[in-house]
T-cell receptor, first 114, second 114 residues
Framework: NAGVTQTPKFQVLKTGQSMTLQCAQD?????MYWYRQDPGMGLRLIYY???????DKGEVPNGYNVSRLNKREFSLRLESAAPSQTSVYFC?????????????FGEGSWLTVV | AQSVAQPEDQVNVAEGNPLTVKCTYS??????LFWYVQYPNRGLQFLLK??????LVKGSYGFEAEFNKSQTSFHLKKPSALVSDSALYFC????????????FGQGTTLQVKP
């Protein structure tokens, strides 16, 4: 049972390069999320998709774009990477319904922008 | 603004002793409260949550948490710590009708020494 799968696990980018982080879940969840984790700041929401076909900005969306490709997949794109985007990125998902439903996280993608 | 605070960056306990990791929140309405654990270079794992009902919630690996509405706290506890409990712990809240988005505290590192 894979749960939430993210690729790549590690990536080093040069400033100005672009890349896409891929995320897929096999739990038939409706909602998907992208968070970034920085030391001492917890996790902050970048974008989310409440259901297939919809996306919305979170707390820190600048410099990112997302695509909800289908119910399973939710990708995060950095169009022109900046050193400030060096972080650990987590994809997550949850089933539809009350907000008390548990969110499940992937294993993370470590991104370094030099 | 809605926020979650974990007032201790690090908690140190001896193996076999009880542990407490503190969490307070500042939100309007009735939030749902969660605890997650993160082991080095891994994703977040769900521990437990409070939705409604009994203020004492039991979760995975022998952890429990007590919801205190008057003190707006949701402290994580375990009667007898294990070295393997050493990890980074996150408290988080979500709200009804906010599509399940989580707001995280900054995290507390738990160090259990033999």
């Amino acid at each position: 049972n894979a749960g939430v799968t993210q690729t790549p696990k590690f990536q080093v980018l040069k400033t100005g390069q672009s890349m896409t982080l891929q995320c897929a879940q096999d739990m038939n969840h409706n909602s998907m999320y992208w968070y970034r984790q920085d030391p001492g700041m917890g996790l902050r929401l970048i974008y989310y998709s409440a259901s297939e076909g919809t996306t919305d900005k979170g707390e820190v969306p600048n410099g990112y774009n997302v695509s909800r490709l289908n119910k399973r997949e939710f990708s995060l794109r950095l169009e022109s990477a900046a050193p400030s985007q060096t972080s650990v990125y987590f994809c997550a998902s949850r089933t539809a319904g009350p907000s008390g439903n548990t969110i499940y996280f992937g294993e993370g993608s470590w991104l370094t922008v030099v | 603004a809605q926020s979650v605070a974990q007032p201790e960056d690090q908690v140190n306990v001896a193996e076999g002793n009880p542990l407490t990791v503190k969490c307070t929140y500042s939100v309007s309405g009735n939030p749902y409260l969660f605890w997650y654990v993160q082991y080095p270079n891994r994703g977040l794992q769900f521990l437990l949550k409070y939705i409604t009902g009994d203020n004492l919630v039991k979760g995975s690996y022998g952890f429990e948490a007590e919801f205190n509405k008057s003190q707006t706290s949701f402290h994580l506890k375990k009667p007898s710590a294990l070295v393997s409990d050493s990890a980074l712990y996150f408290c988080a809240v979500s709200f009804p009708s906010n599509t399940g988005k989580l707001i995280f505290g900054q995290g507390t590192t738990l160090q259990v020494k033999p």
